[in-house]
């Protein structure tokens, strides 16, 4: 039996992760495992019920389950709490932390039948099947910062740290995973300018040679924002520190021109928590307007990275392809001549392909 | 009478930068100015001749000279001399020092003739005409670093500091530059996470109030870099530090598809240097391969930047479209149906069209 933390937040939250676990739980009865989902608060929902964003309940429950899946946190309504206590910087960051998950996996793919969702010509992104992998606990993000004032104004200096031990971890991460998929990765530094950089190649040239198998190239961050727009299928995985994969990510997502489809995986050495890459979107919230497939390709990802289930994975994101195809969609992919659903019953569509590999 | 520095360099850089002057004389003779052009070593070039990759008789020319056109530095020649020694770290990096500029600008404009020669959808980037201006001389890239051993491994620290000063000057650049164009300016930062972030929005922020007249906003680097995929049409100039812009304004160039297009400037209080994004090229040096228009769109920039012509620099960028739309193409933006020319017709066109309006 696998348990399951569900903390399905703000916003449209609940609504697409109420139709992600439909979909794990049809993927376990097809495949014949046992999933068990405890629910638990977090985020503005959780500041009104407890007056804090992470209740101390909510953090024991994902530190005693196997994985986490979470919605979407905050709304304009706590965005003038004290920052601790809003519910990105005082659940979100918190929770992360305390699950010591220091890879983001950020896979950016399109589907064939969204194809021309992008603003990039339909032959240069059909088919994009990418995973960026983002250290997320260290580097300028974490490093110490000061302000002190000088003549004529103030002075801002910051600091990035990376140890050998922190570059290692995540990317040994990127190589297992780069050896599963089409044993390629690109590991993004500016070793032309950073030293941390420097060091972080050093340990990917190193650590490549435990991967013979795969083909290893580094790139240069700038250079790689461009390759990324001029031809990102020359890519599979891609390896970045923690401001570098925040930018680049985010690019490769906007590619795919439909950023409520993509879901992400951050994983340490325990519990990995699993959530879509969009917001909680307040304006749409409890209309059946929200589309929860990032949300259920984020169950896929838990399947796959955190319990080795890679054919229910599979599954999962086989099914949501098929129902794509079939011409189903949610209101905000909705295209002339295709049949726009609601969140439920997309839920319901991916589900029953998922359970029966057809749909009723 | 203007005094221009021309600083050929290596590979394809002496070609573009032929052209780049017999236009910029061409204006002259048009608009009645006196251009008088001095050659000096820079790069591999020099090295050879001087065992120097920046020769003091060099930076003397520059220092002495209204402004600077550079060609392209580097070669696989040059590529196993010490790092003082090779051309991008030995003399790109000690002229800017030397000239003091700290912004750079760098234009990302589509000619309407090019549009297909993006990866994004024509109506996506027809028409985009934006500036990124990018702080040049502080930031991470420029603080100390420190590496030291740690049990395990290795530990590197860096650190990236900025002033109030450093940011108003550069900022300053960008709120003139917005005024004179669409009166919109985009100031990027990562405020929600870095102390010289939150320095900088509040420089910008203050600045802003000099500036009625200008519309300024600010946004995160990760969603600017989203946003530059899914709408790049909204920006008009876009304000970054150091790092960032290094990173957005390639993005950028690679959204018009023709990075041999395309001319930076870079400024300080007083010698501007103007150069092609482009890089040496010495695979098609010497072979009437290389398109001169990069270059010949730095001397536009230079009119207007450094010596405020502003009819002169509209006039070439007039003529480098009006050739282009006459269907004139050089090796590297050919398509079947035009006109292939070399890199010296490609500048007799452009610079008959300048000096007399029409093309001969
Ligand atoms: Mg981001
Ligand atoms: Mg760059």
Redesign the pocket.
């Known amino acids: 039996m696998y348990r399951i933390a569900v903390l399905p937040g703000d916003g449209i939250g609940p609504e697409v992760t109420a139709q992600a676990t439909r979909v794990l739980a049809a993927a376990g009865r097809r495949f014949g495992y046992e999933f068990c989902f405890q629910e638990g608060l977090i985020g503005g929902i959780a500041y009104d019920a407890t007056g804090q964003p992470l209740p101390q309940a909510t953090l024991d429950l994902c530190r005693s389950s196997d994985a986490v899946l979470l919605g979407a946190v905050g709304g304009p309504k706590w965005d003038n709490l004290p920052v601790h206590l809003r519910p990105e910087a005082g659940a979100l960051l918190p929770l992360r932390k305390a699950l010591n998950v220091y890879a983001n996996l950020r896979p950016a793919m399109v589907f064939p039948a969204l194809a021309q969702a992008s603003t990039l010509k339909p032959e240069v992104v059909e088919g994009l099947d990418i995973v960026v992998v983002r250290e997320l606990t260290g580097g300028l993000y974490f490093g110490e910062k000061r302000r002190e004032e000088i003549p004529g104004g103030q002075r801002v200096v910051e600091t990035l740290v990376y140890t050998t031990q922190e570059i290692q971890r995540v990317a040994r991460r990127a190589f297992e995973l780069a050896r599963k998929r089409k044993k390629k990765l690109t590991s993004v530094d500016k070793a032309n300018v950073l030293e941390s950089s420097r060091l972080w190649r050093e340990v990917v040239t190193d650590m490549a040679r435990e991967y013979p198998d795969v083909e290893v190239n580094h790139m240069l961050v700038d250079n790689c924002a461009m390759q990324l727009v001029r031809n990102p299928k020359q890519f599979d995985v891609l390896l970045t520190e923690n401001l570098f994969g925040?930018?680049l990510?985010?690019e490769a997502a906007q590619l795919t021109g439909s950023l409520g489809m993509l879901p992400s995986a951050s994983l340490g050495d325990g519990v990995g928590l699993y959530e879509p890459v969009h917001g909680s979107a307040p304006d749409i919230a409890g209309r059946q307007l929200a589309n929860p497939i990032a949300a259920v390709l984020s169950g896929a990802l838990m399947l796959r990275h955190s319990f080795g289930l890679e054919e229910a994975a599979a599954a999962i994101e086989r099914a949501v392809a098929t129902v794509l195809e079939q011409g189903y969609r949610t209101a905000d992919i909705m295209e002339p001549g295709k049949h726009q659903v609601t969140t439920t019953e997309m839920g319901r569509l991916i589900a029953e392909l998922v359970e029966r590999g057809e749909l009723v």
């Open positions: 925040d930018i990510s985010d």
